[in-house]
């Protein structure tokens, strides 16, 4: 097995584009008239599903390196609470998510750290678990985001 390669695989899959819009460009061209506006069958806003993605994003990246992780309360503190927000609200969060994943991809990157090792604070769970978590959980939102992008007509 080729190591490199599969840690380039891993990282590369925060941006893929090649089955799929990446989170750059399904994130570009949102103007403030579109962020509060519900765009989903549930009643959620792009608001809803950025933060949303950044808050779990967060949550996996401050549990592969912080050894007195506290579990966040599900479903309460995945999900941000109903409010209109400000357009830049909207723009921070968008730069933090893009930070922690760039973040994790230099997590991937680094060959000093054993992907495959179990978490010494959670020995059930390895860093490579997490990566595959993170970038499994962002296809699925990163896809609701596409439709809601779609039904608002953006």
Known sequence: MNEKKVREQLAYSFDWDKAHENAVSLFSNITHEFINEKAMPNGRTLWDLLEHLRICQFDILD??????????????????????????????????????????????????????????????????????LVTNHNSYHLGQFALARRSLGI
């Open 63 to 132: 549990f592969i390196r912080n050894p007195n992780y506290k579990d966040l309360s599900w479903p309460d503190d995945y999900w941000p609470p109903e409010e209109e927000v400000s357009f830049e609200r909207w723009e921070k969060s968008k730069a933090d998510f893009f930070n922690d994943s760039k973040q994790l991809k230099k997590i991937a990157l680094d060959p000093s750290l054993d992907i495959t090792a179990p978490l010494a604070h959670a020995p059930d769970y390895t860093i490579l678990r997490e990566l595959i």
